[in-house]
C-alpha cells in the first residue's frame, strides 16, 4: 500500500505537490477562470447569490463562461464559480486566473489540510474540469497565421547584422583578438535576443491562443516562441 500514488502526494525531497495538473488540464483551467482582454475593464451588471442562480443564467444566456459577475460580494466569473465547486466545500474562494504554477501552489495548501481520499476526489474533479474546457468548450487552437512576426524583430536582427559586420571588419584591421571578437559577437546577439523577447507577447496580442497557451503554463515558453 505504501506506493499507490494516492499515498504519495508529495515529493520526499522538496514537500512540493507531486501530482499536479499538467498541459490540457492546465489549459483548460486557465480557460475557465480567465477574463479576456474585452471584458477586464466592464463593471459587473450581474448580481448573484447562489451558485444555482449563475448556473440558469449561463443556461439561458445571460452571461458567458468568463463574463465579469457579482457573486457574494466578490467581482468573479461563471468559469471561476465552476472551478471552485470542485474544492471542498470550506476551502477560500479562488479567485484568480490559474496557471500552471498557482494549480501547484492550491493543491499543496490541499494536501496540507485534507486526508488523502478527499485529495483523490478534488484532483479528479479538477481533472475532469481541465480537460472538458481545454477540447470543445474553449475552442482553442493553433494556426498558422497566428504566428505573427512583428517588424521591430526584423529591424532588430538587421541592426545586429550590422554590428557584427563591424566587429568583424575591426577584427579583419587587427583591432580586435579573435576572442574578443567572439565576445562582441554574442553580446550583440544576446541583447538582440532580449529585445525580440519584449516584443513577442506584443506581436502575437494577449488574446492569441499561443499567448494564452504559454501564459498558462500548459506548453510552450516565450523563449520558444520568439
Not at 494549480?103 to 474540469?129: A, F, H, S
Not at 547584422?161 to 559577437?185: P, Y
Amino acid at each position: 500500500n505504501i506506493l499507490l500514488s494516492s499515498l504519495n502526494l508529495l515529493k520526499p525531497a522538496s514537500g512540493e505537490a507531486e501530482t499536479i495538473p499538467t498541459q490540457d488540464i492546465v489549459l483548460g483551467c486557465h480557460y475557465l477562470t480567465r477574463i479576456p482582454e474585452e471584458y477586464r475593464s466592464d463593471v459587473p451588471k450581474k448580481i448573484f447569490a447562489t451558485v444555482n442562480e449563475v448556473k440558469l443564467a449561463y443556461d439561458n444566456g445571460y452571461i458567458e463562461i468568463n463574463t465579469p459577475i457579482q457573486f457574494n460580494g466578490l467581482t468573479t466569473t461563471y468559469g471561476r464559480v465552476i472551478f471552485n465547486e470542485a474544492l471542498p466545500e470550506d476551502h477560500d474562494f479562488v479567485n484568480e486566473t490559474l496557471t500552471k504554477k498557482l494549480l501547484g501552489n492550491i493543491i499543496g495548501n490541499l494536501i496540507n489540510r485534507y486526508d488523502n481520499e478527499r485529495i483523490r476526489v478534488v484532483l479528479d474533479e479538477i481533472k475532469e474540469i481541465g480537460f472538458k474546457f481545454a477540447d470543445a468548450s474553449s475552442g482553442l487552437s493553433v494556426g498558422i497565421f497566428d504566428l505573427t512576426v512583428s517588424d521591430k524583430k526584423k529591424d532588430i536582427l538587421a541592426e545586429g547584422e550590422k554590428k557584427v559586420d563591424l566587429i568583424n571588419e575591426q577584427f579583419q584591421d587587427g583591432l580586435l583578438t579573435e576572442s574578443e571578437r567572439k565576445a562582441r559577437i554574442i553580446e550583440v546577439w544576446t541583447i538582440a535576443k532580449n529585445e525580440v523577447w519584449k516584443i513577442v507577447p506584443e506581436s502575437l496580442g494577449k488574446e492569441s491562443p499561443i499567448s494564452i497557451t504559454i501564459e498558462s503554463g500548459a506548453r510552450g515558453s516565450w523563449s520558444q516562441a520568439q
